[in-house]
């Protein structure tokens, strides 16, 4: 085997480990060039998309927190590659429904404020679903293992207002409101702009973020506020060797339109930090509770 294709073999690799997805997709990637040493997972087509994917990190981290993942499934999704200037998903089936419903805009008339990723919409593309982002065109593909599942779609009740189902082709104001406050007046858009390669890089490592879930359910992630993401788990694959698999896979690889700062340095072990922004890894110690009912699974 030819140093060129043992290099090849080596990125396609990495890239089954992160995405999930076979050995063969990932070397025809790295034989097209669509995925190098310092890159091989591919990234997004552009800032719209990036950002898109961002916000379905943020809604999926904190509308999942605390609920049981399945088989370390920590954002409901086993795999992910590009499809066209987009990306595709496959949903863990015990956790689509789930998943939807947390994605979903929708308006809470009790308390106030929204809910979900803001100018989302939801349409049948075959056996597929597409989420579209409306102001952007932003577009991830939903893929479910079983070719004829239908999603079980909310109802409205409960003080809330589905606008995906209320404003399909346009945005409600509040969504608007919410897109445009993303950086605001005071904001830092240099910050926001490097929190969403971060969020849409760890949405394309699903495998990599399952090392963190394998062992049982009680793996979390979730955010402050919706920007930084913390990944939290007690047992499996140690903080170190995540934070080895994750850098390697290039989640922390600066692209040259963010720029280095002091705060790319990390404060603490478990840190990966990216123009400002992070992602914090913490393994810790198992409740004696759970560890006792899961004595079986190695805990």
Known sequence: MSRRTDNRHRVATICREATGLPHRTCLGWAEAGLITRSRPVPEPGGEAQRAFESLLVAALADGLREHDRRDGALLGFTAAGPDGAGLALTLHPAMADRVLSEVLPRLDEHYGGLRGVPGLRIAATGCNWALTQLRDRATVTLVHPDPDWRPKLPEHGDGLTQLWRRHRHRLH???????????????????VAAQDWLNSR??????????????????????????DVVVEWCCGVERDELERRLRRSGLAERPGQIAERLRDQPWFPGEIALGGAFVTLRRRPCHVSYATARRADGC
């Open 173 to 191: 104001p509040v969504e608007a409101a919410e897109l445009r406050g993303r950086v605001g007046t005071g904001g830092d858009a240099g910050s």
């Open 202 to 227: 760890m949405l394309r490592r699903p495998g990599l973020l399952g090392a963190a879930g394998a062992v049982h359910g009680p793996a979390n992630v979730y955010t402050h506020g919706g920007g």
